[in-house]
């Protein structure tokens, strides 16, 4: 990929760093969703990623459109995955799987997204969406990804 993967280098840069919230602006979708960096756990090897759907992200029964959820837990899992590749290798989805616990409402949201296994051909990954203050599980989703480059 000419010139680097914008969303790679940018979640690089925090894993170098992860005391600061880093708010993702290499990605018009990440931008939408108010997706931000939050914190690394190297020991998990997990992610945490918040998110800020908005109005036009919300059904007509005030719950967040699922795609959007879907777009959100997509992101959560790929993100830690891009971070621990050297470039100019990435992962790219190639099966995800979503289950919806509870409604999922507008306002400030985190993931918790894990490697569960990272090799040079495949990685797979797991997350859990929930309300920024910690409440119930709202999504979970499992991921497998392809590694190229």
Not at 73 to 86: C, K
């Amino acid at each position: 990929m000419a010139g680097g993967n914008p969303d790679q280098e940018l979640v690089r840069r925090f894993l170098a760093d992860p005391a600061t919230p880093l708010a993702i602006a290499s990605n018009p979708l990440a931008i939408d969703v108010g997706m931000v960096l939050l914190a690394w756990d190297p020991l998990l090897q997990a992610l945490i990623v918040g998110f800020r759907p908005g109005a036009r992200h919300v059904q007509g029964n005030g719950a967040v459109q699922g795609g959007i959820v879907s777009t959100m837990l997509d992101f959560a899992l790929v993100f830690p995955v891009l971070g621990r590749l050297d470039p100019p290798k990435v992962a790219v989805t190639v099966a995800l799987n979503l289950h919806f616990e509870k409604a999922v409402l507008p306002g400030d949201l985190q993931a918790v997204a894990r490697i569960d296994r990272l090799g040079g051909r495949m990685a797979f990954a797991s997350a859990e969406l929930r309300s920024a203050g910690g409440g119930d599980v709202l999504a979970r989703a499992t991921a497998a990804m392809a590694v190229v480059g």
